[in-house]
């Protein structure tokens, strides 16, 4: 598929877009690149829906040159792609990191969504606080830090993996040592996700969590899980 730009302040967002009928935006998460939807882009084109996937701000084909990363701004950049399609309102299917987007874009502005499929989201900020930032800014420093995320990359395919993972690895190695996305993958990194957990409980679109039960990004999944479903939450 062509890469497609949108040109914002301090930068462009790629993506790109498939098939024709309501529309679906696919977001990854954080260190990953569009291409990781390449299973999903298929099926959902075969079911009669227009299927976007576009990269962060700072990753992938995206441009590393804005001033913020962080969640509010990327659910930003999440409403201005959906206006330059014209096509809302979306399904936002997001991965880690962008479930706490969906949520602020979906409460910033409800119209432009029709539902959220977010995947192994984060919704809050994980346990450890100051001490657990600070592992991880010293897991992606320089010069080991673009060799340890590919590696634990592999470690969040704990499941049944794609044929094509080695492959999509390499890949990820190869965007995140571009000029400057790895500076902006450190600076998403350290984002809080105090924004997104403030405002679930206003929430109105429909919403449907699905959290992977090996995923070695949160110590209980499944606690994980009930902690995020809408019944925990009044409203959400």
Same mark, same amino acid.
């Given at each position: 598929?062509?890469?497609?730009?949108?040109p914002? #302040?301090?930068?462009?967002?790629?993506?790109?877009?498939?098939?024709?009928?309501?529309?679906?935006?696919?977001?990854?998460?954080?260190?990953?690149?569009?291409?990781?939807?390449?299973?999903?882009?298929? *099926?959902?084109?075969?079911?009669g829906?227009?299927?976007v996937?576009?990269?962060? /701000? $700072?990753?992938?084909?995206?441009?590393?040159?804005?001033? /913020?990363?962080?969640?509010?701004?990327? +659910?930003?950049?999440?409403?201005?792609?959906?206006?330059?399609?014209?096509?809302?309102? *979306?399904?936002?299917?997001?991965?880690?990191?962008?479930?706490?987007?969906? +949520?602020?874009?979906?409460?910033?502005?409800?119209?432009?969504?029709?539902?959220?499929?977010?995947?192994?989201?984060?919704?809050?900020?994980?346990?450890?606080?100051?001490?657990?930032?600070?592992?991880?800014? *010293?897991?992606?420093a320089?010069?080991?830090?673009?060799?340890?995320?590919?590696?634990?990359y592999?470690?969040?395919?704990?499941g049944?993996?794609?044929? #094509?993972?080695?492959?999509?690895?390499?890949?990820?190695?190869?965007?995140?040592?571009?000029?400057?996305?790895?500076?902006?993958?450190?600076?998403?990194?350290?984002?809080?996700? !105090?924004?997104?957990?403030?405002?679930?409980?206003?929430?109105?679109?429909?919403?449907?969590?699905?959290? $992977?039960?090996? !995923?070695?990004?949160?110590?209980?999944?499944?606690?994980?899980? /009930?902690?995020?479903?809408?019944?925990?939450?009044?409203?959400?």
């Amino acid at each position: 598929m062509t890469t497609s730009y949108l040109p914002l #302040d301090g930068g462009r967002i790629a993506y790109t877009v498939d098939g024709t009928g309501p529309l679906v935006l696919c977001l990854p998460g954080m260190g990953d690149v569009k291409e990781v939807f390449r299973f999903t882009v298929p *099926a959902l084109t075969a079911a009669g829906y227009q299927v976007v996937c576009a990269d962060l /701000r $700072g990753h992938g084909e995206s441009d590393a040159t804005f001033d /913020r990363y962080d969640d509010e701004t990327v +659910a930003d950049d999440v409403l201005a792609l959906i206006d330059a399609l014209d096509g809302g309102p *979306a399904v936002l299917v997001g991965n880690s990191l962008a479930g706490a987007v969906g +949520a602020l874009a979906a409460v910033r502005r409800p119209s432009a969504l029709a539902g959220l499929v977010l995947l192994s989201p984060f919704l809050r900020d994980g346990a450890g606080g100051r001490l657990a930032r600070w592992v991880t800014a *010293a897991a992606l420093a320089r010069p080991w830090g673009p060799r340890f995320w590919t590696s634990w990359y592999r470690r969040l395919n704990a499941g049944a993996q794609p044929v #094509d993972l080695d492959r999509h690895r390499a890949a990820l190695h190869e965007a995140v040592t571009r000029p400057g996305h790895w500076r902006a993958l450190q600076r998403l990194a350290g984002t809080s996700h !105090d924004p997104a957990t403030a405002v679930l409980d206003r929430v109105r679109v429909p919403a449907l969590l699905v959290q $992977g039960a090996l !995923d070695p990004d949160f110590r209980d999944p499944e606690a994980e899980a /009930r902690w995020g479903r809408p019944s925990s939450v009044p409203r959400w």
